[in-house]
């Protein structure tokens, strides 16, 4: 069961996420929380904290889902790292379209918010360490520099994919482009 501090902040994610961030306030996180008024604001005094304390929780449920995904996938090819990045691409722009929103929206806000970008480059960090782990295992031969590559790759996908959603879709769709990506970065051994 969730504490009262991630209902308020899950609720806050879902705000910016289905209503943008000038949608964003104290009242808004309690009228989507369920919660009396007053409540995202004894906690958390500023519309700062707010944010900050959303992009930890953000980064906790995604870097928690990378990692249930990296122990049931451990893809070990470039093709089954395609399919398992797929189906991921999948997952953030469909069930946790609102999620993959307000991480997006929250990453414009840290172009201007030092703080927020502090935070949002730890997240980063620690979803590239997952990539590295499967860049290294698939036989990257420089898997620092490809998972930086990778990563990017990934994040212009799921940005198309919220911004236009009549690509094609399935997670086959996602994977063939990936695939190409991978087996560029990843040639077959000799």
């Known amino acids: ?54 992009v930890v929780r953000m980064i906790d449920v995604e870097a928690e889902g990378w990692s ?45 918010d030092e703080a927020l970008q502090t935070e949002m480059g730890r997240g980063a960090q620690r979803v590239a360490a997952i990539g590295r782990e499967w860049l290294t295992a698939a036989g990257s031969s420089d898997p620092d520099a490809h998972t930086t590559l990778l990563m990017a790759h990934l994040d212009g996908l799921v940005v198309h994919r919220l911004a236009f959603p009549d690509t094609p879709p399935g997670s086959d769709a996602a994977a063939a482009g990936l695939t190409t990506l991978l087996r560029a970065l990843i040639p077959k051994p000799r």
């Open 68 to 112: 249930r995904l990296a122990g049931a996938a451990a893809p070990t090819t470039p093709d089954t790292l395609a399919t398992t990045l797929g189906s991921m691409v999948e997952t953030l722009t469909g069930p946790l379209r609102t999620l993959t929103v307000a991480r997006y929206s929250l990453f414009m806000e840290a172009a201007r």
């Open 1 to 54: 069961m969730p504490t009262r501090t991630e209902t308020l902040l899950d609720a806050a994610i879902h705000v910016v996420g289905t209503e943008g961030i000038r949608a964003l306030t104290h009242r808004a996180v309690d009228a989507a929380a369920g919660l009396p008024t007053g409540s995202a604001s004894n906690l958390f005094r500023t519309r700062e904290a707010l944010l900050r304390a959303m």
